[in-house]
């Protein structure tokens, strides 16, 4: 993974596993995020269901077939005025007084000279129809308030598009993941620790002396905010909401111990590992620089491309815009086919770490970088695990089931999620008609068209998802 992966730690633990609202605050940001084009709708259409439903239970419609006929009628009703509803057909609207039955007083005009019909006017009600769904859903995750990102990437709108697919598979290529976290354990299939098949058990001793085994789950923590970001669970009222948080199936692949460290022989086993799991989509966010790239890493993401199979990767971390540094984008995010992502700011400014180039194609929410919070806006929020990880034993970060953190590597899983929404509606869809439909959709940031800091511009979920056209760019 990569090394600047920045990292916040957060007491959210506790209180928000029990569905508290007070821990975090996040009530008021809720409630105001209300979708005003709901609001609209909603106010539009309340004003004519109410106009429609005033039943009068005075009005007479009648047909004449002799004007001279409405003489009679109001002679007999001892009114003076009428509506013309159809000149060509006689037909009028009357009202009759107050106090008078409309049954005894159709009956009677009914039987007028020149008067074809006389009915009462029923009241009619438009039939019941959904607001538009490019609506925002909310979710009733307790810390949904905090995720800017959400909103920023226009997922939450995109959310109302699709019911998601819930035996979607997606292999995340990673530190591998916390097995039993109460906001993914629902979404997970079972982790391959393709890191102890390479390399044998992931063991940390620490200064006590202590030997801690992570094999069979995350040692780190970045493996299990990465799955975070696309699958945590929405709506059961808990931490935070996955992108494609409403149904998908994760299959954690462990290929990094528990600082970060691999080979590229071990992650070519593990992408050999998600095509034999049937993955349709697999996510990267470990890079490296093109100098360590091997012609088997290429080989075996060619032949995931050639299985159908979506490849989302993290351009690095390695920048410092803020001091004018641009590294360029890692391996295997710049491979061809591959869809590099990386990061924006809450800003929606390139994020000062995020690498660019040539291959880059697009950008999403990473959050700030470190010690940039005042200039970038807030990191990004996902799940952490539940036990103590490396990342507590060299920079205190304690286990406390979610954790603000920032990278390019926050910004490639929700690429993953909305490709998997995306697949979920419509599930032809080759890896070459997403990379397409997601470059065409993006918002453009910077110089006009692309460019090789923030490709084609920032991911927008709701037109990815809206757009039906094929002939994209390139
Ligand atoms: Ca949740
Ligand atoms: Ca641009």
Known sequence: MFKDFILKSHLLSGLLLAGSLSACGTANVIGAMLSPTAAVQHAASGTLLEHVSLANSRDMLVRVNDPAALARIQQQLQITGQDLLSAEAGLYRLRIPVGQSLTRSLSAVAQLPGVAYAEPNPSFKLPDFQIQQEAAVQPNDPNYGLQWNMRSSRINQAWGLTNQNPTLKIAVIDSGVDPNHPDLVDHLEQLEDIYNEEHGPDIYRNISGDRINFGG????????????????????????????GGGVRIIPIKATDYAGNTDAATLTAAFQRAIDRDARVINISIGGPASKSTQALTDVIRLALQRNISIISATGNESNRASGLISPITVPAAYPGVIAVGAHTEFDQVASYSNGGGEIDLLAPGGAGRSRVQEEGQQIWSTWPSYHTYEYFQRRVTSTYYAATSGTSMACPHVTGVVALMLAREPQLTPAQIRSRLIATADDMGPAGFDQDSGYGKLNALRALRWTSHDARD
Do not use: E, L, P, Y
């Open 217 to 244: 789950r995350d040692g780190n923590g970045h493996g299990t905010h990465v799955i975070g970001v696309i699958a945590a669970a929405m709506n059961n009222q808990v931490g935070v909401a996955g992108v494609a």
